[in-house]
């Protein structure tokens, strides 16, 4: 009888166990029909997407199914903290992207939706039709969260120093410049970073030194070598330590100030790595071989100043006043044709401009004549040429007694004729 009650309870429990088996297996054959009959309508497996994802900010899984190029050397806390900062403490939603929108998929197996919160786009999230088990279903195929990169980031570090961003190592996947040389700089690399959202950290080590990157805004540029900065008149050459500089070390030309209009000049920026040991020698020559002054403002940054030359000022002041005050002497009947010969080169543009000019500073007077006279700005060009900056107030009493007065500010450019210098060309500055 012992014998019977065991075999029986082995027979009972093992039918028990494989119907369980059966009921377990027909469940979850149930649950997967229905789980593939969910998926198989978008708007549900986009809503199943959305909870898990957006509803409460995923960002290890965004970040990871994120489709558009965000470096790998970004980190975690910046994405983090920009999602965060652009999606709000407020509900999110999303909504499909009409077919027949700009962006919408090409393909009739793929749709695509945007997250909002409130008013504010943060992503949009890809969904694609896939065979199932038991039939198609839709499942996620990628994300892109709207944001805008900053620009491609330079890095330059001298050779045999290893870069760090974000405490991540480079290593030679950036590298868009290996073992470069420049006489001002010595061996150097450099490094191209994309797809960053927010300020790196970014570290050079060699042989355990660490050496802090300078930021320069004006080129995006972090490097461990010092730039030198150098501002200079258009026309001029750049020498430094007797090497000159050519134009692809140029940062922004076609510089306009007032003193540069006034002069029909543009100023130009150079920007040098420079490496090497003791202070830089910085020279620049005129397109005639004559040296300039040029002045160490700051550290490392050299400008031109344009200083006024001071022998065409003793030699020429006289004169470039005198030409100024017969050209307005003409304007207003004052003097003869004769008289503006002698400072007014024959046959010029300008010259045949005031001759026949229609449009006079006349106004009936009893009385001429000039105050605040001055001339300066003289500046040295090439053959035998210069320009100067003429002022003065030319004070008119009119008929009825009262007094006018017509300031005049002129850029005079004189030439060599002869043994003597004649006006050329005449800018007037306001």
């Avoid at 949009?124 to 980031?153: A, Q």
């Avoid at 140029?250 to 040098?272: F, P, S």
Wanted: aromatic content about 14%; overall charge negative.
């Amino acid at each position: 009888m012992a014998v019977f009650t065991n075999i029986f309870r082995k027979i009972y429990f093992t039918t028990l166990a494989v119907l369980s088996a059966v009921i377990v297996c027909w469940l979850v054959l149930i649950w997967l029909r229905l789980d593939t009959y969910e998926k198989s309508m978008p708007e549900n497996a986009a809503k199943q997407v959305f909870n898990q994802y957006f509803k409460e900010l995923a960002f290890n899984k965004l970040l990871a199914e994120e489709v558009t190029y965000i470096s790998k050397l970004e980190t975690l806390e910046n994405y983090s903290a920009y999602l965060t900062e652009r999606a709000g403490n407020v509900e999110r939603n999303f909504i499909q992207i009409p077919e027949d929108a700009q962006g919408a998929p090409a393909s009739a197996g793929i749709k695509r939706y945007v997250v909002f919160s409130d008013n504010t786009g943060i992503a949009e999230f890809e969904m694609i039709e896939k065979s199932g088990i038991f039939g198609k279903i839709w499942k996620l195929s990628g994300v892109r969260t709207i944001y805008k990169n900053l620009d491609e980031v330079k890095i330059v570090v001298p050779s045999g120093y290893d870069v760090y961003v974000n405490n991540k190592s480079v290593g030679t996947n950036y590298k868009t410049g290996a073992d470069l040389f420049s006489a001002t700089a010595g061996n150097y690399n450099i490094y191209t970073i994309p797809g960053l959202i927010a300020e790196p950290v970014i570290e050079a080590r060699s042989n355990g030194r660490v050496v802090n990157l300078i930021f320069d805004s004006e080129v995006n540029e972090y490097s461990a070598i010092p730039v030198l900065t150098v501002d200079i008149i258009d026309s001029f050459s750049l020498f430094i330590n007797d090497i000159q500089i050519d134009d692809s070390f140029l940062a922004k030309d076609d510089i306009k100030t007032e003193e540069t209009n006034r002069l029909r000049l543009h100023r130009k920026i150079y920007r040098i790595p420079y490496g090497l040991d003791g202070e830089p020698n910085v020279s620049i020559v005129s397109a005639d071989g004559k040296a300039s002054i040029i002045k160490e403002k700051e550290k490392l940054l050299f400008v031109q100043e344009l200083i006024s030359d001071s022998d065409l000022e003793k030699q020429f002041k006289e004169r470039a006043i005198a030409a100024a005050k017969t050209y307005t002497r003409f304007m207003t009947f004052d003097t003869t044709i004769r008289e503006l010969q002698r400072y007014f080169e024959s046959g010029t543009q300008i010259y045949q401009m005031i001759r026949t000019s229609e449009v006079y500073f006349y106004t009936p007077h009893r009385d001429s004549w000039f105050e605040k006279e001055n001339a300066s700005e003289f500046f040295a060009r090439e053959n035998e040429t210069f320009s100067c900056r003429v002022t003065f107030d030319n004070c008119i009493r009119r008929t009825a007694n009262d007094l006018f007065r017509f300031p005049l500010d002129v850029t005079l450019f004189f030439r060599k004729i002869g043994s003597q210098y004649f006006v050329y060309d005449m800018q007037i500055n306001s």
